[in-house]
């Protein structure tokens, strides 16, 4: 009787190690990659290193700012691109479609979101930089290029987050409005909308995420060159692609510059998160996670 | 002028069903033009021989079985070590917690490790796994690196599928005298196998198709690796390298097609395993 009391005390505890084995992940991370990146910022400097403009580690210049507003330039068009289409088909799918249409569309969506990016990048760089190159000019590695992949495949975030926030709008919202003579659209624009908006913006916030952190398909189709683009035709380079070009071969200072990138983009994803997170309790709303 | 006054309420209803139907339809066709270019593409350089021989001349020729192998290998090593861990934590959470507060925080624990960008997990697995562990560049050091990316998927899916168990179960279970750890083992745990299998499937189907978490920690070798410290080369590696290093258009299209097939056959058994756990449950 007491054995089996201890047992299910140290069940109990182990079970509870694993509940926080995310969050100790989370740490060990955090930590590595800080540690690796300290050196940089004090020889460097944080600011220096943040908002320098020049990236030329042969001369010991480790300013990432280019890569910065590379990364939120393919994030924004990225967005312009997947936005509309994405909340078009969210409400299509949740308002509109038929039952078959609906089912039908949902592996669809699953199926996009379980291409490999390697597929995606690979698809970019054999079948979109030749178009863009041959109707806009240029090589046809640009932030254009880049952008319209990372719209392709953040599409399925923001569509499913986006479905669970449509879903989640009580129908009596929607009675009362085609009650009063309303038609689906104007239910749709001036009701569900706005009470669907903060799962929405969940939706894009994930959305953005996924685009920031991306890492290979943008390099194979942005060009990656280090400079500020003149037009979204010209080649970029972004946080992400910085440390993947670089890793395999960079050593000590460059090295830890690296690392200190990642933390730039470690502590872009935590703002991000806890944007969302915020607006999720401020609405008490749940939305489960974003990955099914 | 006020816009809405435009069109009346019955003419922009019409409009805007035409655009909402041709949101669908680009969603469609752009996944129909992806995997429809890869495969017709990919698909005449698959054969038995490129399934399942060595590349040759760094994959210019010859096949892809040693990638094959790497990355059943790592998948294999990330699910088994990712399942206990997140079904553990979806068990704590469902039978144990009941401080609401700890509860927000593990889920956003979990959630923020879903969100980590998978470079960001490729040079943990470099700096932890490969130099401060020692562990080298190897199977095991990337099917570690995919267990972490694995944990919160596993967590999530086991998380509502444990709390969607009926508590007439264990009600069941606990008026037959049973102790809160039989009832988990005997009556919780059986019903969730479906869920928990799909939640594992959709972790693994990611895994299969990570190659920036791995770059850096699992070596790039193009030898059949045998044991757990040999550095591979899965997949989504191998493809990433023939296309940037220009070695072989027509091999890289193959192993593309390979990897989408792989992902279309776990997507499709997850739809199915779904399929059949919501008649199961809904009792029809």
């Known amino acids: 009787m007491n054995r089996e009391k201890i047992n299910e005390f140290l069940i109990e505890k182990g079970l509870f190690i694993t509940a926080i084995f995310s969050i100790i992940i989370i740490f060990t991370i955090l930590i590595f990659i800080v540690m690796e990146a300290l050196p940089a910022f004090q020889e460097y400097g944080f600011f220096r290193f943040m908002f320098g403009m020049e990236w030329s580690p042969n001369d010991d210049n480790f300013g990432v700012f280019t890569m910065i507003l590379g990364s939120i330039f393919v994030t924004f068009l990225a967005l312009m691109m997947a936005v509309p289409l994405s909340l078009l088909c969210a409400f299509f799918m949740e308002e509109i479609a038929p039952n078959k249409v609906k089912i039908f569309l949902k592996p669809v969506i699953q199926t996009l979101a379980g291409i490999p990016s390697v597929v995606y990048g690979f698809f970019g760089l054999t079948v979109l930089v030749p178009l863009v190159r041959e109707y806009f000019g240029g090589t046809g590695f640009s932030i254009f290029t880049a952008s319209l992949i990372l719209a392709v495949m953040i599409l399925p975030t923001i569509i499913s987050v986006s479905q669970d926030a449509i879903k989640s709008v009580p129908h009596d919202f929607k009675e009362a409005s085609f009650g009063l003579g309303s038609t689906n659209w104007q239910t749709i624009r001036l009701i569900i909308f706005p009470a669907a908006l903060p799962g929405i913006v969940t939706a894009i916030i994930l959305g953005i995420g996924r685009a920031i952190g991306e890492t290979l398909a943008v390099i194979m189709v942005a060009g990656n060159v280090v400079q500020i683009p003149g037009s979204i035709f010209d080649p970029v380079r972004t946080l992400t692609t910085n440390i993947a070009l670089e890793m395999g071969y960079a050593t000590g200072l460059h090295y830890n510059a690296l690392f200190g990138t990642a933390v730039i983009l470690f502590i872009i994803i935590i703002i991000l998160l806890i944007i969302a997170n915020y607006i999720q309790n401020k609405h008490g709303m749940d939305i489960g996670g974003g990955t099914l | ?284």
């Open chain 2, 1 to 284: 002028m006020n816009f809405r006054r435009l069109w009346s309420p019955k003419t922009s209803q019409k409009i805007m069903n035409v655009v909402f139907v041709l949101s669908g339809i680009v969603t469609l066709l752009i996944l129909i033009i992806i995997l429809g270019y890869v495969i017709i593409r990919g698909l005449p350089a698959i054969n038995l021989e490129f399934l399942f021989t060595s590349p040759l001349e760094s994959g210019k020729e010859g096949g892809i079985f040693p990638m094959i192998i790497s990355s059943l290998y790592v998948t294999i090593i990330a699910a088994l070590i990712a399942t206990p861990l997140g079904v553990g934590a979806a068990i704590y959470m469902s039978e144990y917690a009941k401080n609401q507060k700890l509860i927000k925080f593990i889920r956003f624990g979990a959630e923020t490790l879903a969100s980590i960008p998978s470079i960001i997990f490729g040079l943990f697995g470099l700096a932890f796994f490969v130099v401060f562990m020692g562990i080298g560049w190897s199977i095991l050091s990337g099917g570690l690196v995919l267990a972490l990316m694995a944990l919160p998927t596993i967590f999530q899916v086991s998380e509502v599928t444990l709390s969607s168990i009926p508590s007439s179960y264990k009600e069941g279970s606990y008026g037959l005298g049973a102790t809160k750890l039989q009832t988990i083992f005997n009556v919780v745990l059986p019903a969730a196998i479906p869920g928990i299998i799909t939640g594992v499937i959709l972790a693994i189907t990611r895994a299969i198709s990570e190659a920036a978490a791995v770059m850096y920690a699992v070596g790039s070798s193009l030898a059949i690796p045998i044991s757990l410290f040999d550095p591979g080369r899965p997949l989504p590696l191998h493809l990433y390298i023939l296309a940037t290093e220009g070695i072989s258009l027509e091999n890289a299209y193959g192993t593309a097609a390979v990897l989408i097939i792989i992902v279309l056959i776990l997507t499709v058994s997850t739809n199915i395993l779904v399929e059949n756990y919501q008649k199961k449950i809904m009792g029809k």
